[in-house]
T-cell receptor, first 111, second 117 residues
């Protein structure tokens, strides 16, 4: 069965810290890996990663995929209280065309 | 508003009643997905459509659940004889399948929060 596991499940840091969120996967037919940020409502898209080793960057957020290790990391530098959210990792499975989500990492940034 | 739109945003219903939710995807998106999310969990896949064809249904989707996308545009998700375990956030997402490239990223609607009492 396709599985996506995120760690840690919960993380509390101080504003200004740098955080690294982890995602590992076991799927039958990997197509791409996506990161979403979820506050009180729907997940909002952050990154889609298809190729290994190529970093994607958006402001203070960056992410990279390692297909050999079947994993990805999401980095957030100089964290702000507005970064507090649940960060979801999902894998798009080829053929089935569905996103398989991890449980999410609840990130809390304290001022 | 050009994003994915879901209605209603909240629904409270008594056990045993039927409910129907609507999703309007981004207009040029040909793929539409339904997910269910309970507290503390990531979204779980329920079903997806390419245009009007329902191409996959999860084992989670019991025979009380049915989804349609009659003209390949908006979609409805109906739950018959609701049970308390159906209480969850129901999320709709859409994406575009591009020949030779694959899927674009999926964009989510705000969700419909269902509470069965």
């Amino acid at each position: 069965e396709d599985k996506v596991v995120q760690s840690p499940l919960s993380l509390v840091v101080h504003e200004g810290d740098t955080v690294t969120l982890n995602c590992s996967y076991e799927v039958t037919n990997f197509r791409s890996l996506l990161w979403y940020k979820q506050e009180k409502k729907a997940p909002t898209f952050l990154f889609m990663l298809t190729s290994s080793g190529i970093e994607k960057k958006s402001g203070r957020l960056s992410s990279i995929l390692d297909k050999k290790e079947l994993s990805s990391i999401l980095n957030i530098t100089a964290t702000q209280t507005g970064d507090s959210a649940i960060y979801l990792c999902a894998v798009l499975v080829q053929g089935a065309q569905k996103l398989v989500f991890g449980q999410g990492t609840r990130l809390t940034i304290n001022p | 508003d050009t994003g994915v739109s879901q209605n209603p945003r909240h629904k409270i219903t008594k056990r045993g009643q039927n409910v129907t939710f609507r999703c309007d995807p981004i207009s040029e998106h040909n793929r539409l997905y339904w997910y269910r999310q309970t507290l503390g969990q990531g979204p779980e896949f329920l079903t997806y459509f390419q245009n009007e064809a329902q191409l996959e249904k999860s084992r989670l989707l019991s025979d009380r659940f049915s989804a349609e996308r009659p003209k390949g545009s908006f979609s409805t998700l109906e739950i018959q004889r609701t049970e308390q375990g159906d209480s969850a956030m129901y999320l709709c997402a859409s994406s575009r399948a591009v020949q030779g490239i694959g899927n674009t990223e999926a964009f989510f609607g705000q969700g419909t929060r269902l509470t069965v009492v």
